[in-house]
């Protein structure tokens, strides 16, 4: 099947800071989102990406299909986007990645 | 627009007793999916439902898990009976788009079950 992974596993950052997560794929896939799960455990959506760039306030996401990866940015981060960052990717069946944990220190 | 409603949010169990978990999607979504998540892990699928018919299961430990979707909306799992190994947080998904592929997922809040 598919693989999936995401770098870094971990990442610490003050306040304020910008970060970039990456999101790699081993074959050609027919949908990619981006989730961010709070301390809760809820799985919120963040970007439906197959290619292309979106942005959505401090938060944009661009993928190139055709390099099978996927990028996250976060600029100005703040305490509230601490959690896991998770990718998927559908190819015939949905995959995820293990997640990017991200800890923003005030 | 409600979003994919799940119950119970806890359950905790004795090994080798069963367990009921009950999702309803977004209205009119055709795509419901389960997920099992074990700390420190991505969703792992365990059975995808095109309205009520199965997609996909192949991850489904079919000896002791099972999951039906009646008329298409609403779906239950069910762990029967429960092993330790099962402890995680059961996530319900569903999503519009009747190609399945290709559609946006939406999460429900998950039941996490604890088995002792």
């Known amino acids: 099947g598919i693989q999936v992974e995401q770098s870094p596993p971990d990442l610490i950052l003050q306040e304020g800071a910008n970060s970039t997560l990456r999101c790699n794929f081993s074959?050609?896939?027919?949908?990619l989102q981006w989730f961010h799960q709070n301390p809760w455990g809820q799985l919120i959506n963040l970007f439906y990406?197959?290619?292309g760039t979106k942005q959505n306030g401090r938060l944009s996401a661009t993928t190139v299909a055709t390099e099978r990866y996927s990028l996250l940015y976060i600029s100005s981060s703040q305490t509230t986007d601490s959690g896991v960052y998770f990718c998927?990717?559908?190819?015939?069946?949905?995959?995820f990645g293990d997640g990017t944990t991200l800890t923003v220190k005030p | 627009e409600a979003g994919v409603a799940q119950s119970p949010r806890y359950k905790i169990i004795e090994k080798r007793q069963s367990v009921a978990f009950w999702c309803n999607p977004i209205?009119?979504?055709?795509?419901l999916y389960w997920y099992q998540q074990i700390l420190g892990q991505g969703p792992k699928l365990l059975i995808q439902?095109?309205?009520?018919?199965?997609?996909?299961d192949s991850q489904l430990p079919k000896d002791r898990f099972s999951a039906e979707r009646l008329k298409g909306v609403d779906s239950t799992l069910k762990i029967q009976p429960a092993k330790l190994e099962d402890s995680a947080v059961y996530l319900c998904?569903?999503?519009?788009?009747?190609?399945?592929?290709?559609?946006?997922?939406?999460f429900g809040e998950g039941s996490r079950l604890t088995v002792l």
């Open positions: 990406i197959p290619s």
């Open positions: 439902f095109q309205n009520n018919g199965v997609v996909d």
């Open positions: 998904a569903s999503s519009l788009d009747r190609l399945a592929d290709t559609g946006e997922l939406f």
């Open positions: 209205s009119g979504h055709a795509t």
């Open positions: 074959d050609s896939v027919n949908n």
């Open positions: 998927a990717v559908w190819a015939g069946k949905s995959t």
